[in-house]
């Protein structure tokens, strides 16, 4: 049996396979004393080391920002992420990010190491920075292996709640229309029909309404419930870019006059989690609550955030168009 696979098989569930590769890159498995490579076969007498790095103390930013979380247990927590900050720290957003509100708050989350040593905070998803709602953070290793498993197999639900632009003329469509990065501009996203990625995005409209406005006539906007089946980056906005309906907002991917627009953000909102509990295997949702500014966008149409939020959690399924 190969090395990789029969570490792999040995340290479940805790330590998934792809651990073990990267471990094995890194050269922290030994056999026999000798560096080992991932096709070395492994024999009656034969032994294997495996060095894991010890936890370390992540730095905690001085003025790390509060963060609200809305369930926790010994293995998970889930946490309700503000628009406008980031997930991981970047060149341009060094601090304040989630990353950091985690450290701050939940100090045992320093032992979530990679077994190559990476740090991530128990990280597992992610959210655009100025995307709100929902996460769940995996407080140790192994729910970071389960949960990781669970958003690979595609069985985690997510339900988002986006404000879209203009008025879909059906109710319900899913779009299978692969995405990929944009050949010219790298920090978008793009559908790429022949190097993309597969991305599947079932969309429900709510409600149809017109945003009044003091500088010129009411706009005409809809809010949708979103449920994406895969997870790549910038799916929803890209998707809903892609029917002629973008985020009201969205400073990348919309096309309408965002000077009018009382929001300066996408208007997307990680609404509705659910997760199977590592160890309980049971069903773990989780909801974050309407975004304030979303709400207030929805109010000025004249209807009630509270309702629209009901309605995203009984939408029907929808049927696949010919994208």
């Known amino acids: 049996m190969r090395i990789d696979v029969y570490l792999a098989r040995e340290l479940a569930p805790e330590i998934s396979r792809s651990q073990i590769a990267r471990a094995i890159r890194a050269g922290l498995v030994r056999m026999n004393d000798r560096t080992a490579h991932a096709s070395h076969q492994v024999g009656a007498g034969d032994r294997i080391e495996v060095r894991f790095p010890p936890p370390a103390s992540p730095a905690v930013a001085p003025a790390a920002p509060a963060i609200e979380v809305?369930?926790?247990?010994?293995?998970?927590?889930?946490?309700?992420?503000?628009?406008?900050?980031?997930?991981?720290?970047?060149p341009g957003h060094p601090h304040s990010t989630l990353v950091d509100a985690l450290a701050?708050?939940?100090?045992?989350?320093?032992?979530?190491?990679?077994?190559d040593g990476t740090w991530r905070a128990g990280i597992v998803h992610r959210l655009d920075k100025d995307t709100s709602g929902v996460m769940v953070v995996a407080r140790n290793a192994f729910a970071r292996t389960a949960l990781s498993e669970q958003f690979k197999q595609r069985t985690v639900v997510k339900i988002y709640i986006a404000i879209i632009a203009g008025h879909p003329s059906r109710d319900q469509v899913t779009i299978d229309r692969p995405i990929g990065?944009?050949?010219?501009?790298?920090?978008?996203?793009?559908?790429?029909?022949?190097?993309?990625?597969?991305?599947?995005?079932?969309?429900?409209?709510?409600?149809?309404?017109?945003?009044?406005?003091?500088?010129?006539?009411?706009?005409?906007?809809?809010?949708?419930?979103?449920?994406?089946?895969?997870?790549?980056?910038?799916?929803?906005?890209?998707?809903?870019?892609?029917i002629g309906h973008p985020c009201v907002g969205d400073p990348i991917y919309g096309r309408q006059d965002r000077q009018r627009m009382p929001i300066k953000r996408q208007a997307l909102h990680a609404f509705y989690l659910a997760v199977s509990h590592p160890r309980r295997r049971e069903p773990v949702a989780v909801?974050?609550?309407?975004?304030?500014?979303?709400?207030?966008?929805?109010?000025?149409?004249?209807?009630?955030?509270?309702v629209v939020a009901a309605a995203a959690l009984e939408k029907p399924g929808s049927p696949t168009c010919g994208c």
Not at 104 to 115: G, K, S, Y
Not at 203 to 224: E, M
């Open 70 to 90: 809305l369930w926790e247990d010994a293995d998970l927590i889930f946490v309700n992420k503000p628009a406008g900050m980031a997930v991981h720290p970047s």
């Open 104 to 115: 701050a708050r939940f100090p045992d989350l320093a032992a979530v190491m990679e077994i």
């Open 181 to 242: 990065r944009h050949q010219i501009e790298r920090k978008r996203m793009s559908i790429q029909a022949k190097n993309g990625r597969a991305a599947y995005s079932e969309v429900t409209v709510l409600k149809r309404c017109h945003l009044r406005a003091d500088n010129g006539p009411a706009i005409p906007i809809s809010v949708a419930a979103v449920h994406p089946r895969t997870g790549r980056t910038h799916q929803i906005r890209v998707h809903l870019a892609s």
């Open 287 to 306: 909801i974050a609550p309407v975004a304030p500014d979303l709400a207030q966008l929805i109010e000025n149409c004249g209807l009630d955030a509270a």
